[in-house]
């Protein structure tokens, strides 16, 4: 297996430093297509997975329908962020030294290396908890209460799948909420409530808008608690 194709990274145990986090980070947003994989990625590599179950993961991913990347592409870049390590393993599964590795020609570690396996870094640690959609739907549930009882609107509408177009209808008066541009006099148009559950993970386009399992349990419990 060439390094070409899955590179070398830290170990997933270091301590990471805050250079380290924002270069994960710097990944995980370069492109808005591939946030939500990244992010459940990170998460799912928590526990060391051979490449080939994480190729089938994000497979899984409603979102990977719409990326332009294989999965193997996607995995790497966090694997050259530092976000994942790569982990080489003989034919027996058992980690390969990495200075052997080194002292050896191309054939040879060919040869020896028969499986990739990848692990969350503590840098990817760390970033992967910041980005769980229960974090970032607490977040935006704090930054426009008024907003609040909209999110949750949609969010229970679209346990079934829904149009935007159902979802526009739905929203009937909460057309009327103002933006946060008081100097525009424009209102609060029905498709940024829906990029703001998106961007929180809240929701996710599937054919149609539907409520993550996330965005399900976060209004439901903020229903109770209201």
């Not at 990347?69 to 694997?79: D, E, G, N, R, T």
């Not at 008066?173 to 525009?184: D, E, I, R, T, V």
């Amino acid at each position: 297996m060439a390094d070409s194709i899955c590179p070398s990274t830290a170990a997933p145990g270091d301590q990471p430093d805050g250079a380290a986090v924002a270069r994960v980070e710097k990944a995980l947003h370069r492109r808005g297509a591939f946030t939500e994989i990244m992010g459940k990625v990170l998460d799912f590599c928590r526990q060391r997975r051979l490449l080939a179950e994480v190729e089938d993961e994000i497979a899984s991913y409603p979102e990977f329908k719409y990326v332009d990347q294989s999965q193997a592409a996607i995995a790497f870049m966090l694997v050259e962020a530092g976000g994942l390590a790569r982990i080489d393993l003989d034919r027996d599964g058992n980690p390969v030294d990495p200075a052997r590795l080194a002292s050896l020609d191309e054939d040879a570690a060919d040869e020896l290396v028969q499986f990739c396996a990848l692990e969350t870094t503590s840098a990817g640690v760390q970033v992967a908890q910041a980005h769980r959609p229960e974090v970032r739907l607490e977040e935006l549930f704090a930054r426009t209460p008024e907003r609040n009882d909209a999110y949750r609107a949609i969010l229970r509408a679209a346990s079934e799948p829904k149009t935007f177009a159902e979802i526009e209808a739905l929203l009937g008066k909460q057309l009327s909420l103002p933006s946060l541009n008081g100097k525009s006099g424009l209102p609060l148009y029905p498709s940024a409530l829906v990029a703001h559950l998106e961007k929180a993970g809240g929701l996710v386009w599937d054919e149609a808008w539907s409520t993550t399992p996330a965005g399900a349990s976060f209004a439901t419990s903020n229903e109770r608690s209201k």
